[in-house]
């Protein structure tokens, strides 16, 4: 079984203030994603990185991808209200078998309060 | 753009009690999933589908059936509910194998009491 450890569980900061959210694993991915869920809703994409070493930017938030492809985060910026949410990340099974699935991390609550 | 769609939104069963959880993708896509998410864990997969007619248990599949006779319709069957089976439920679907991104709809809240 391939688990995914997502830390901080919970995070509440302030309007302004930057954050970092991880994501560990022991085993390899074929690529890692990370999801934003709002209450009530089911998970939506935010970013997928594929490559060892990979960066990628979407506005304030900034997602890596460890060299060995079995980490990632994912940092924001000047954290605004609008960013409170729950964040997922997801790792992608290796294999021809694997069928596109995903292992999920326990995901991190954000609260930004202004 | 209807995109995924789950019913009902909220269902409240007694133990013992059957119900099937209905979700349509109207995107045309090959592969179906169907995750639950308890509070305070992330989604795991219960069952998947690669096409119609092609079903496999995923990470928590006891206690659950699932049938894929159409491209669009991928039901989630619960045939004696328990307390444990309280949860989230949310079905995706994907285009392809190569397709990264999986399209969720917006989940059933079910209680078991």
């Known amino acids: 079984t391939q688990l995914l450890e997502q830390s901080p569980q919970f995070l509440s900061i302030q309007e302004g203030e930057n954050l970092t959210v991880y994501c560990n694993s022991s085993?390899?991915?074929?690529?890692l994603q990370w999801y934003r869920q709002e209450p009530g809703e089911g998970p939506v994409l935010l970013v997928t990185?594929?490559?060892?070493?990979e960066v990628k930017k979407l506005k304030r938030l900034t997602f890596q991808f460890g060299d060995a492809r079995k980490d990632s985060s994912l940092h924001i910026t000047a954290a605004q209200p609008g960013d409170t949410g729950l964040y997922l990340c997801a790792g992608r099974h290796a294999g021809g078998t694997s069928y596109g699935k995903l292992t999920f991390g326990q995901g991190t609550i954000l609260t930004v309060h202004p | 753009n209807a995109g995924v769609t789950q019913t009902p939104k909220f269902r409240i069963l007694k133990i013992g009690q059957s119900m099937t959880l209905q979700c349509t993708q109207d995107m045309n896509h090959n592969y179906m999933y169907w995750y639950r998410q308890d509070p305070g864990m992330g989604l795991k997969l219960i069952y998947y589908s690669v096409g119609a007619g092609i079903t496999d248990k995923g990470e928590v599949p006891n206690g659950y059936n699932v049938s894929r006779s159409t491209t669009e319709d991928f039901p989630l069957r619960l045939e004696l509910a328990a307390p444990s089976q309280t949860s989230v439920y949310f079905c995706?679907?994907?285009?392809?194998?190569?397709?990264?991104?999986?399209?969720f709809g917006p989940g059933t809240r079910l209680t078991v009491t």
């Open positions: 990185v594929v490559t060892g070493g």
């Open positions: 085993s390899v991915f074929s690529s």
């Open positions: 995706a679907s994907s285009p392809r194998l190569s397709s990264y991104e999986q399209y």
